[in-house]
């Protein structure tokens, strides 16, 4: 019994000594608290001894470091200022309280790879790297982001297939790839995700652009400068998309131009050129009341360029150059601006195709689907458009 109180009196009087001692001698630094970093305890020390104020070392600052120590090349020195805890001081950093929420490096230059440690930033709605030097894939543990709204990866030098983790970040609706080196096929999956705009633009995808093209919800659908070949999905437009533009030039697209695409009334680019379109332009293109811009150059379209399409209220440029029409309307010769229609074949018009081109071109023998209906009703155009596409498209060989 006595053992036991002399060992209560020296464990009583340790503790008062400790006490005492933080108390007095607040250079010396020692402290202990409960902090929401990793760990969650904080000991203070060096020049502030002790300040319990001391910002804990989270996760969000162990992401950032680990991602600062892959990237080998900063030449405008952003990352200079990711030193220190407060990591909402960082250049190219932004918080809300104290979670980080965007992230914009935009043309930093920087040179690196992205790393899986970003997955930890789980309030960030915003990851901009537009025009740096990234390379490398893109981690699959992004798709645990489940804040991030906007993903601009464009213009750096990312490879191999199309990242399907981006299909699984559950809230996303800005994907932005453009400008890489991404190969491969592009999943169906990408346009029935909700997204507001799909650039994919000026990369290497290859393959036939997936039947539910159609399905998006973007306003923006980029798909230019890649190595797309097949037809234009027949579905495209019967689902009545709010797409305000499509771009699908430069690519290897054969067929015809679906009559469904005068489904898109609110569409205001639309831009098929240098590919190896054929047939006729649908007279459905009338019903694009909204089009600014309408490209269909370096094709191989034949027929007339009807009065219907050279109506459009809205149309400041008409191109046509460089296929093989053999006529315009008398609608589209009253145009004196934004109409191109040079490199064709349609007599007594300047700087057409030879004749002999001409003469040997038989539009590639190719029957696209028309619209049975004349005068063309708009707002009835889906009725029966479905069905009776599908069938024609089936029955050909």
């Not at 297939?161 to 699984?168: A, K, Q, S, W």
């Given at each position: 019994?006595?053992d036991?109180k002399?060992?209560?009196f020296k464990?009583?009087?340790?503790?008062?000594?400790?006490?005492?001692?933080?108390?007095?001698?607040?250079?010396?630094?020692?402290?202990?608290?409960?902090?929401?970093?990793?760990?969650?305890?904080w000991?203070?020390?060096g020049?502030?001894?002790?300040?319990?104020?001391?910002?804990?070392?989270?996760?969000?600052?162990?992401?950032?470091?680990a991602?600062?120590?892959?990237?080998?090349?900063?030449?405008?020195?952003?990352?200079?200022t990711?030193v220190?805890?407060?990591?909402?001081?960082?250049?190219?950093?932004?918080?809300?309280?104290?979670?980080?929420?965007?992230?914009?490096l935009?043309h930093?230059?920087?040179?690196?790879?992205?790393?899986?440690?970003?997955?930890?930033?789980?309030?960030?709605?915003?990851?901009?790297?537009?025009?740096?030097?990234?390379?490398?894939?893109?981690?699959?543990?992004?798709?645990?982001?489940?804040?991030l709204?906007?993903l601009?990866?464009?213009?750096?030098?990312?490879?191999?297939?199309?990242?399907?983790?981006?299909?699984?970040?559950?809230?996303?609706?800005?994907?932005?790839?453009?400008?890489?080196?991404?190969?491969?096929?592009?999943?169906?999956?990408?346009?029935?995700?909700?997204?507001?705009?799909?650039?994919?633009?000026?990369?290497?995808?290859?393959?036939?652009?997936?039947?539910?093209?159609?399905?998006?919800?973007?306003?923006v659908?980029?798909?230019?400068n890649?190595?797309?070949?097949?037809?234009i999905p027949?579905?495209?437009g019967?689902?009545?998309?709010?797409?305000?533009?499509?771009?699908?030039?430069?690519?290897?697209?054969t067929?015809?131009?679906?009559?469904?695409?005068?489904?898109?009334?609110?569409?205001?680019?639309?831009d098929?050129?240098?590919?190896?379109l054929?047939?006729?332009v649908?007279?459905?293109?009338?019903?694009?009341?909204?089009?600014?811009?309408?490209?269909?150059?370096?094709?191989r379209?034949?027929?007339?360029?009807?009065?219907?399409?050279?109506?459009?209220?809205?149309l400041?440029?008409?191109?046509?150059s460089?296929?093989?029409?053999?006529?315009?309307?008398?609608?589209?010769?009253?145009?004196?601006?934004?109409?191109?229609f040079?490199?064709?074949?349609?007599?007594?018009?300047?700087?057409?195709?030879?004749?002999?081109?001409?003469?040997?071109?038989?539009?590639g023998a190719?029957?696209c689907?028309?619209?049975?209906?004349?005068?063309?009703?708009?707002?009835?155009?889906?009725?029966?458009l479905?069905?009776?596409?599908n069938?024609?498209?089936?029955?050909?060989?």
């Amino acid at each position: 019994m006595t053992d036991k109180k002399g060992s209560d009196f020296k464990l009583l009087c340790f503790f008062v000594f400790l006490v005492g001692l933080i108390q007095t001698d607040a250079s010396f630094g020692v402290g202990v608290g409960i902090g929401g970093g990793v760990g969650g305890v904080w000991v203070g020390g060096g020049i502030n001894g002790g300040n319990r104020n001391t910002v804990p070392v989270t996760a969000s600052y162990n992401a950032l470091q680990a991602w600062k120590s892959t990237i080998t090349e900063d030449p405008s020195g952003v990352l200079k200022t990711w030193v220190g805890s407060d990591v909402c001081s960082y250049k190219g950093v932004f918080c809300s309280g104290q979670s980080i929420t965007a992230i914009d490096l935009n043309h930093a230059n920087l040179k690196g790879t992205i790393v899986k440690d970003l997955a930890f930033l789980s309030d960030l709605n915003i990851l901009h790297l537009n025009s740096n030097r990234f390379y490398g894939q893109i981690p699959d543990s992004f798709k645990s982001l489940n804040s991030l709204q906007e993903l601009d990866l464009s213009n750096n030098g990312f490879s191999g297939p199309f990242p399907l983790v981006t299909i699984y970040i559950p809230n996303l609706v800005y994907l932005d790839l453009r400008f890489n080196n991404f190969s491969g096929y592009v999943p169906g999956a990408l346009f029935n995700k909700r997204l507001d705009a799909i650039f994919l633009n000026n990369n290497q995808f290859e393959g036939e652009i997936p039947r539910n093209l159609g399905n998006s919800p973007a306003s923006v659908i980029n798909l230019a400068n890649n190595r797309f070949s097949g037809e234009i999905p027949t579905s495209f437009g019967l689902t009545g998309s709010r797409v305000r533009e499509v771009l699908l030039l430069n690519n290897q697209l054969t067929g015809c131009i679906p009559e469904s695409v005068g489904m898109f009334s609110e569409i205001e680019v639309f831009d098929v050129s240098y590919n190896s379109l054929m047939g006729h332009v649908p007279d459905t293109i009338s019903c694009l009341s909204a089009i600014e811009v309408l490209n269909l150059a370096h094709n191989r379209f034949s027929g007339e360029v009807p009065d219907l399409v050279c109506s459009l209220r809205n149309l400041i440029n008409l191109t046509v150059s460089f296929n093989f029409f053999s006529e315009i309307s008398s609608e589209c010769s009253r145009i004196s601006f934004g109409f191109d229609f040079t490199g064709n074949c349609i007599p007594g018009r300047n700087w057409q195709r030879p004749q002999p081109d001409c003469s040997g071109y038989s539009g590639g023998a190719l029957s696209c689907f028309r619209m049975p209906t004349q005068p063309l009703a708009c707002a009835g155009i889906s009725v029966g458009l479905t069905e009776s596409s599908n069938n024609h498209y089936t029955s050909s060989p």
